[in-house]
């Protein structure tokens, strides 16, 4: 299967750099590019990327925003969102990945690890998001909510099983680990996250990780 790819960066140089990366690889082609926000949102619709590349910072819209158009609520386009931001501690990551996408990069990584991510958010899964929403989350625990407020009513449709399962996916925890947690196979595990991404009309394990902390579920520090 070929990966369509859209660089979205207002660095002319980086958008090149990350093309040339890009295209040495068979399976990966890239669609387009765009320097701001806005252009992003027009190419997406005029080419239908499987997999956008995100600046954050850029003129007119910003990435967050761009983002939250994309893969945000509602949104049920294919696209699915990886933001490259160049400091790891960018106060905007927690924001994107709130809206919608579904892990992001720096934008040193390594030429390897920028391919392997592209290939796991295009299939549907969130780039090391759970650990790293994490430590994002414990990092920016004052914007979030007290834990005194109810927690949302989406949460009563969930099974014990499934709130054990999202409580494990907020830690980090891959398929593989939670089913040794919970002493199940991995395939029971993979149903259950499904279910639970269906119920909570989530994407992704990064928005399934965030909505645990935001709802309350779990609390950041804690586990």
């Known amino acids: 299967m070929t990966i369509r790819v859209l660089l979205v960066d207002d660095q002319p140089l980086l958008r090149t750099g990350f093309r040339m990366i890009l295209e040495a690889e068979s399976d990966l082609v890239v669609v387009g590019e765009a320097g701001d926000g806005q252009q ?4 997406v ?6 997999v956008v590349l995100m600046d954050i910072r850029m003129p007119r819209m910003d990435g967050v925003e761009a983002t ?20 790891d501690l960018d106060e905007y990551v927690v924001e994107a ?8 990069l720096l934008k040193d990584v390594p030429a390897e690890e920028l391919v392997q991510a592209i290939r796991v958010v295009a299939d549907g899964a969130a780039m090391l998001a ?14 979030l909510p007290s834990g005194e407020e109810a927690p949302p009513q989406a949460l009563s ?23 040794a947690e919970l ?4 395939t029971t595990v993979k149903t259950h996250v499904g279910h639970v991404l269906t119920k909570l009309q989530l994407r ?9 902390y935001e709802s309350g579920l779990v609390r950041p520090g804690t586990l």
């Open 68 to 87: 939250r158009r994309i893969a945000g609520p509602g949104r049920d386009g294919p696209a699915k969102v990886l933001v490259l931001t160049t400091f």
């Open 130 to 143: 759970p650990s790293i929403t994490r430590r994002l989350l414990d990092m920016y625990a004052t914007k």
């Open 97 to 104: 990945l709130r809206a919608g996408a579904s892990g992001f």
């Open 45 to 50: 619709r005029a080419l239908q990327p499987d």
């Open 157 to 179: 449709a969930l099974t014990e099983r499934e709130l054990e399962v999202l409580k494990l996916v907020a830690r980090g925890l891959s398929n593989a680990e939670i089913a």
């Open 204 to 212: 992704d394990r990064v928005q399934a990780a965030v909505y645990a």
């Open 183 to 186: 002493f199940v196979s991995e």
């Open 40 to 43: 992003a949102l027009d190419q």
